[in-house]
């Protein structure tokens, strides 16, 4: 049975290279900006209209008239949605059928769950969270040549509309509210955390 | 440096059970009842009246008139409290300052943040909760024989009970969340887990 791990993550946590980290560790799959790929695969959409998609907030892509009448633009956009919230339910479903793999973000938790509850797979849901402080210090330590001049207050500012844009994904496509402890098996706190040394400490969880 | 694990958990999700295992995997002391000995031990009231105010909800024995005028009645049992609390508070870092431990309730991880951010222990703060249903079921397997006809309504309950007087005394004593996650390193999910086989690997974070 495939061992699989998602890990739902606020920005600036270090969820992705804790991910990475694991997947190293554990030497088993890790796929992240794959599933974008994926999903371009399995539709005729572009690679920036489906990020645009998976990776901000439905309703400013189309606006709340759902249940009301639809005009033509609205009902072919629901529909474009759809085939795209589709195919990446079939990318990910599809990952964690193939191997032992660890999965970033996408709602990833909630897509495999039910194919943990009937024991086709081994699902493990993480979440990595971290103080806004220690976010905003990680962030301004990664900043690319272009950020240079990008400051605390800005990075702080980028950070809390990220994880706006998860949250209400993470909502609009599951019902739940993003981050509550109660829908993952274990949430880590990164404030304090050496990565390096505790990866390889977590990953003798999943062993 | 001493090790501290401490455990805050909610009622019925197995969290004194990880704590022992932990603390008889890691070969380290494990405090839970010790504390209640430990006070009265520093004070001059009876285990009765201190397992009332550290176990129940303050504002139950105190009425919430501190900031108005006060009678002689009320406050003496201020300073009861008070006086609870503090041997409280002094009891915990003791046991954190002896030996690696684990500690299991009682605020011990906002009493002993100080010390962890000082460098004086090395402090791990987890956080243990479960579905209702789990709890309830877990709860109903370990039914004494004195409790054999409560049924499952009853004990979602007193579950619930417990859950508001840990909650309001967490709150009262440090005014935050109970089981916020941001206020712990580590949040455990229990619904799903074998805590046989699964404390073994939770021990390794700690090695």
Known sequence: MNRVITIGREFGSGGRE???RLA?????AYYDKE??????????????????VVEGDFTKIIPIS?????????????QQMQSIVKAQTEVI?????????????????????EAGEKGDIQ??????HASMESRV???????????????????EKQIKRVDKDR????????????????????CFNTTNMDLKIMVPHIATLFC
Chains 1, 2 share one sequence.
């Open 66 to 78: 759902i249940g009301r009448s639809l005009d033509g633009d609205v009902d072919f956009q629901i």
């Open 137 to 155: 210090k990680r962030c301004m330590e990664r900043r690319t040549e272009a950020e240079a001049n990008v400051t605390e207050k800005d990075m």
């Open 18 to 20: 804790i991910g990475v």
């Open 93 to 113: 479903k599809e990952m964690a059928m193939k191997s032992d793999c660890v999965i970033v973000g996408r709602c990833a938790d909630y897509i495999l769950e």
């Open 24 to 28: 190293n560790e554990l030497g088993i």
């Open 35 to 52: 599933i974008i790929t994926g999903i371009v695969n399995h539709t005729e959409f572009t690679e920036n209209y489906v990020k645009e």
């Open 123 to 128: 699902l493990f849901k993480l979440f990595i």
């Open 167 to 186: 949250a209400n994904y993470y909502t609009n496509y599951t019902l739940r509210k993003w981050g509550d402890k109660s829908n993952y098996d274990i």
